[in-house]
């Protein structure tokens, strides 16, 4: 077991009781104008240490609120720093909408449990005025908040009011400071994972070398939006409508990033049902270079999805206590998975068929990437790569978009028509495990 500090964001509406909405608009007036300060200062070349306490004095804010909010506005300049490679904008000097006010619990806001059911808020917009009222949530979310309020090993952290949808919410932090997590080396269960920019395929292997199973989740919805996000911004660009340009660039990153949840979640859910698995994925940093990027476009369209996708599996599979790893990603798309071939060559891949030059083995080219980065994982554990003898039947489950220019409701309608398309094997002729060798000696 490894212990871990894990937390978890929990959404909640706000009924108010005392003072009012316009008073949350004032607090978060305020926030956008702290933001915008400290982009300003920034791009007049200031240093960060400095730009934090004079705006900080300037505020109106409870002191430690403008605090978060002058960190919240420095931690998106760094992740345009960290992310400028990948084409990811600067934030814009000049904001005209609402930032969220960011609290300390105990601070800027506080939540409490009153009388069993009831759990009341008190947020303040400003030193001496107090927003207050009653949390409207899902029993989830509620039973989590209650969880950090009575069990030690769990704290209740910083909130963000934020107004979404027409209506105030506050986003309520938790975190568990010791949560337990499997050993990578213990598990019985190594599942592979390669993910792509519209599916992320798993293979199942134990110990034994015996691939358990294997499923594709497609989601080719969020590369097609990401593409017609990405033209519509071009065209407003051109146009010189950057306010617009914000607002699409909004829309399509809470749109993958509900896709992307729901696959993690299904992805986890899958992973779950082995004996102490351990997820491995490839190792981005090394990907990212070895990938055959065409344009700027390409690169920016591809590295999001990969590195979120990733980052929402671990984080939620580590809440279940199932670890994660990685491993060198050379040449798992290209290299035949049959213990006795091993042949790696480009010309083994054609999109989504993988078909071995040598010994014409053929499956899907991402099933068969994900059982690749299994068999890494048992090389890079310096520990004999289970012989591979026969493959389960491809397995997909796709989640298709309703329809075109549904893009700004991010909250499920896209998702009504999800089809399930289980079974669909990706060679129809053979049966359920289709044997290696008979194969190779077949087509
Ligand atoms: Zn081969």
């Known amino acids: 077991m490894q212990s871990l500090q894990l937390t978890h964001t929990l959404s909640f509406g706000l009924d108010i009781q005392t003072g009012s909405g316009d008073d949350l608009q004032t607090g978060c007036l305020e926030a956008r104008r702290i933001r915008n300060e400290v982009n300003r200062l920034d791009k007049e070349g200031w240093e960060w240490d400095d730009i934090k306490s004079p705006v900080v004095d300037n505020a109106t804010h409870v002191k430690n609120t403008s605090q978060l909010i002058v960190e919240k506005a420095l931690g998106e300049i760094e992740t ?27 601070e800027g806001y506080r939540v409490f449990v009153e009388d069993g059911d009831t759990v009341r808020f008190r947020i303040s917009s400003e ?13 989830d979310h509620f039973d989590r908040l209650r969880t950090a309020f009575t069990d030690d090993e769990w704290r209740v952290g910083t909130a963000e009011v934020v107004h979404k949808h027409d209506e105030w919410r506050l986003h309520v932090t938790v975190t568990h ?38 499923v594709v989740f497609e989601y080719p919805s969020v590369k097609e939006q990401r593409h017609e996000f990405f033209t519509k911004r071009k065209r407003m660009q051109k146009a010189k409508q950057t306010s617009c340009e914000a607002v699409v660039q909004t829309e399509e990153r809470d749109y993958v990033h509900d896709c992307l949840h729901k696959v993690s979640r299904q992805v986890v859910e899958w992973v779950s049902q082995f004996s102490a698995p351990v997820v491995v994925f490839e ?104 012989s ?29 028509s999800g089809v399930d398309r289980h079974g669909t094997s990706a060679q129809p002729s053979q049966g359920a495990r289709e044997e290696l060798k008979s194969v190779a000696s077949t087509v």
């Open 80 to 106: 345009y720093h960290d992310h400028k490679d990948d084409d990811w904008g600067r934030p814009y000097p000049y904001i005209d909408g609402l930032y969220p006010m960011v609290m300390n619990h105990g």
């Open 127 to 139: 030193p001496y005025n107090h927003v207050k009222g009653k949390l409207r949530g899902s029993p």
């Open 177 to 214: 400071e010791h949560h337990r997590v499997a050993n990578k080396t213990d598990a019985d269960t190594v599942v592979g994972a390669d993910v792509n920019e519209d599916c992320i395929a798993l293979a199942a292997m134990g110990r034994d070398g015996d691939i358990q199973d294997s």
């Open 283 to 386: 190792d981005l940093k090394d990907m990212r270079d070895s990938l055959d990027y065409g344009t700027r476009m390409n690169r920016r369209l591809h590295s999001l999805p990969f590195a979120a996708l990733q980052d929402m599996v671990s984080y939620k599979a580590a809440w279940d206590g199932i670890p994660c790893a990685e491993v060198d990603p050379e040449y798992t798309s290209q290299r035949c998975p049959r213990t006795e071939c091993q042949h790696t060559e480009r010309a083994n891949r054609h999109k989504k068929r993988f078909r071995c030059v040598e010994c014409r083995f053929q499956d899907h080219a991402d099933r068969k990437a994900a059982v690749c980065v299994v068999q890494e994982w048992f090389d890079q554990q310096h520990e004999n790569v289970p």
């Open 388 to 416: 591979l003898e026969t493959l389960p039947r491809v397995k997909k489950v796709r989640r298709a978009a309703s329809g075109r220019g549904g893009a700004t409701d991010s909250h499920g309608a896209l998702f009504a």
